[in-house]
């Protein structure tokens, strides 16, 4: 149990459409990341929100977007989707200042999303 | 940039026997390394990381792993596994004082056979 909760667990769109994927994570844990794990792969960083600001993000194009709550919730948005969107989306969330890399990073179950 | 390498993508082995997962990976800088265990329908837990100090970290269920700078590899072990830890292990890696975000390889499904 990691403290880290994430819904829908499952998701069906069709292409074109939008989705909003969704994280509440632990009472303190002021950093959150996202992560796009697709079938057989490991998981590949999106962006990562730290007291409700973007500081950094993956190789992914700006229709992946997201926001960061006061409450510890985030949101991941991801507008005109792909066939190739569909993957595993995981959140992680940490306690601790930007740039507190060693500590750890607490995963959700994720969110599986089916693009048809 | 960092890249990380699961050496082996699937890894049978039968109950009670030792196992050795291998991670090797690539970085200009000093990184965290990291491994995670995902089983069937779940998130990522963290095994165990490396951060600085003694090059042989323990972490929880009984798996090790070691810290080989030389050789740019962290490989994980376990000297008797069980059936419950059939699952997928992710090795990753992050830059110290760099960008936040964690590298990881492509997994290795380990399978315990009674």
């Known amino acids: 149990e990691t403290g880290v909760t994430q819904s829908p667990t499952h998701l069906i769109k069709t292409r074109g459409q939008q989705v909003t994927l969704r994280c509440s994570s632990q009472?303190?844990?002021?950093?959150v990341s996202w992560y796009q794990q697709a079938l057989g792969q490991g998981p590949q960083f999106i962006f990562q929100?730290?007291?409700?600001?973007?500081?950094g993000r993956g190789n992914f194009p700006p229709r992946f977007s997201g926001l960061q709550f006061p409450n510890y919730s985030s949101e991941l948005n991801v507008n005109a989707l792909e066939l190739d969107d569909s993957a595993l989306y995981l959140c992680?969330?940490?306690?601790?200042?930007?740039?507190?890399?060693?500590?750890?990073?607490?995963f959700g179950p994720g969110t599986r999303l089916l693009v048809l | 940039a960092q890249s990380v390498t699961q050496l082996d993508s699937q890894v049978p082995v039968f109950e009670e026997a030792p196992v050795e997962l291998r991670c090797n990976y690539s970085?200009?800088?000093?990184?965290?390394l990291f491994w995670y265990v995902q089983y069937p329908n779940q998130g990522l837990q963290l095994l165990l990381k490396?951060?600085?100090?003694?090059?042989l970290v323990k972490g929880i269920n009984g798996f090790e792993a070691e810290f080989n700078k030389s050789q740019t590899s962290f490989h994980l072990r376990k000297p008797s596994v069980h059936i419950s830890d059939t699952a997928e292990y992710f090795c990753?890696?992050?830059?110290?004082?760099?960008?936040?975000?964690?590298?990881f390889g492509k997994g290795t499904k380990l399978t315990v056979n009674p």
């Open positions: 992680a969330s940490r306690r601790g200042t930007s740039g507190s890399q060693q500590e750890t990073q607490y």
């Open positions: 009472s303190g844990h002021n950093t």
């Open positions: 929100y730290y007291r409700e600001e973007e500081n």
């Open positions: 970085s200009s800088v000093s990184v965290y």
């Open positions: 490396y951060l600085s100090g003694s090059t």
């Open positions: 990753a890696v992050t830059a110290q004082g760099g960008s936040e975000k964690l590298v």
